[in-house]
């Protein structure tokens, strides 16, 4: 070895090339003898493989321990619910003994007050069904009625529409015979002028005249003929028919408006009414739910003790024969474990 080192040393001063450090495989090479070394010196000192099968051995039972341990308290839950169970089926079967009177009596008392309080849910349950068919024949009924006043304001608003539709017509058509029988006045006025003009006119003969006279006079009475004042009458007597028509449909409508408002009113006031008794009655329910959760939490610990004194008594009925055998099962388990950890 010392030869092997002298050699690669003199290999190195005699390389022209400058290097940056140790070659790789010579690396390895020298951790591989170190690691040699050391696996020789473990063999050789026997304490120390002694230290360190005590650290190994000492970390198994740990381990196995731990095991063995979460096995034992599984077993002991599991023992506890068994005892539980059995403590339940005997107050189901009606089964006491002289050293459960008390424990007895305590049950029969939170059972009064559970059978009690899910009576009480039971009622409050069949009101709020109640109330929620009260809410839903009440909402019915008003879209029912909503639903008539609709279909009868329906004619109403058409009508009303027509009516109005109309009275614009005839303001047009007054407005029209208005312009008309004032360009007949003006033309009657031009017809009468050139009459009168005609009779003065010195410049023709009185044959001329009559003729002019006869022609002038038959416009006039053509003119009059055109005169639209009766049709002007007729129109100013009908708007004040078709307004009156137009403020009495108006009037209905709004009634029928006001109807469907107060049926909506209606609806809103009985809905949030019955919604607060179900609210209510729904809190309450909840209230006595928690009740009985609490009575039924309160039950466990006496059926621990009451099951804790069958197992003892080991009273014979068919029912219980499935958990003593049980019970002796998990004892069994518990002895086994409960003896590997005291022989770890």
């Given at each position: 070895?010392?030869?092997?080192?002298?050699?690669?040393?003199?290999?190195?001063?005699?390389?022209?090339?400058?290097?940056?450090?140790?070659?790789f495989w010579v690396f390895w090479l020298l951790f591989s003898v170190i690691l040699l070394l050391v696996f020789f010196i473990f063999l050789r000192e026997k304490r120390l493989r002694q230290k360190l099968n005590?650290?190994?051995?000492?970390?198994?039972?740990?381990?196995?321990?731990?095991?063995?341990?979460?096995?034992?308290?599984?077993?002991?839950?599991?023992?506890?619910?068994?005892?539980?169970?059995?403590?339940?089926?005997?107050?189901?079967?009606?089964?006491?003994?002289?050293?459960?009177?008390?424990?007895?009596?305590?049950?029969?008392?939170?059972?009064?007050?559970?059978?009690?309080?899910?009576?009480?849910?039971?009622?409050?349950?069949?009101?709020?069904?109640?109330?929620?068919?009260?809410?839903?024949?009440?909402?019915?009924?008003?879209?029912?009625?909503?639903?008539?006043?609709?279909?009868?304001?329906?004619?109403?608003?058409?009508?009303?529409?027509?009516?109005?539709?109309?009275?614009?017509?005839?303001?047009?058509?007054?407005?029209?015979?208005?312009?008309?029988?004032?360009?007949?006045?003006?033309?009657?006025?031009?017809?009468?002028?050139?009459?009168?003009?005609?009779?003065?006119?010195?410049?023709?003969?009185?044959?001329?005249?009559?003729?002019?006279?006869?022609?002038?006079?038959?416009?006039?009475?053509?003119?009059?003929?055109?005169?639209?004042?009766?049709?002007?009458?007729?129109?100013?007597?009908?708007?004040?028919?078709?307004?009156?028509?137009?403020?009495?449909?108006?009037?209905?409508?709004?009634?029928?408006?006001?109807?469907?408002?107060?049926?909506?009113?209606?609806?809103?006031?009985?809905?949030?009414?019955?919604?607060?008794?179900?609210?209510?009655?729904?809190?309450?329910?909840?209230?006595?739910?928690?009740?009985?959760?609490?009575?039924?939490q309160q039950k466990e610990p006496f059926f621990d003790s009451l099951g804790k004194i069958i197992d003892e008594e080991r009273v014979q009925h068919n029912k219980l024969a499935i958990f003593y055998s049980q019970?002796?099962?998990?004892?069994?388990?518990?002895?086994?474990?409960?003896?590997?950890?005291?022989?770890?």
């Amino acid at each position: 070895m010392k030869t092997f080192f002298l050699s690669e040393f003199a290999l190195q001063n005699q390389s022209s090339v400058p290097r940056e450090g140790m070659r790789f495989w010579v690396f390895w090479l020298l951790f591989s003898v170190i690691l040699l070394l050391v696996f020789f010196i473990f063999l050789r000192e026997k304490r120390l493989r002694q230290k360190l099968n005590l650290f190994f051995s000492r970390a198994k039972r740990g381990f196995i321990k731990s095991r063995l341990q979460a096995r034992l308290n599984k077993e002991n839950l599991k023992k506890a619910g068994l005892i539980r169970e059995l403590g339940e089926e005997t107050r189901k079967q009606g089964i006491s003994v002289e050293e459960s009177k008390e424990i007895d009596a305590e049950l029969k008392t939170l059972e009064d007050n559970m059978n009690t309080s899910q009576e009480e849910m039971k009622e409050m349950g069949s009101q709020i069904e109640m109330f929620n068919n009260q809410l839903e024949e009440t909402s019915k009924k008003h879209a029912h009625q909503i639903k008539e006043k609709e279909a009868e304001v329906e004619p109403y608003i058409e009508k009303l529409t027509k009516t109005k539709e109309k009275e614009k017509l005839v303001e047009l058509d007054l407005i029209k015979k208005q312009h008309e029988i004032e360009e007949g006045d003006k033309k009657l006025k031009v017809a009468k002028k050139e009459a009168k003009e005609i009779e003065k006119n010195a410049e023709l003969s009185e044959e001329e005249k009559r003729t002019q006279g006869k022609e002038a006079e038959e416009k006039i009475r053509n003119l009059e003929k055109e005169k639209t004042q009766n049709e002007l009458e007729d129109l100013r007597e009908e708007r004040p028919a078709l307004e009156n028509e137009i403020k009495n449909l108006q009037r209905r409508i709004n009634d029928c408006e006001r109807t469907m408002k107060q049926i909506e009113k209606d609806k809103k006031e009985q809905t949030l009414k019955f919604q607060k008794e179900i609210k209510e009655l729904r809190k309450n329910k909840h209230k006595v739910q928690k009740k009985i959760e609490e009575i039924t939490q309160q039950k466990e610990p006496f059926f621990d003790s009451l099951g804790k004194i069958i197992d003892e008594e080991r009273v014979q009925h068919n029912k219980l024969a499935i958990f003593y055998s049980q019970i002796d099962r998990t004892n069994g388990n518990i002895q086994e474990i409960e003896a590997n950890i005291q022989n770890l």
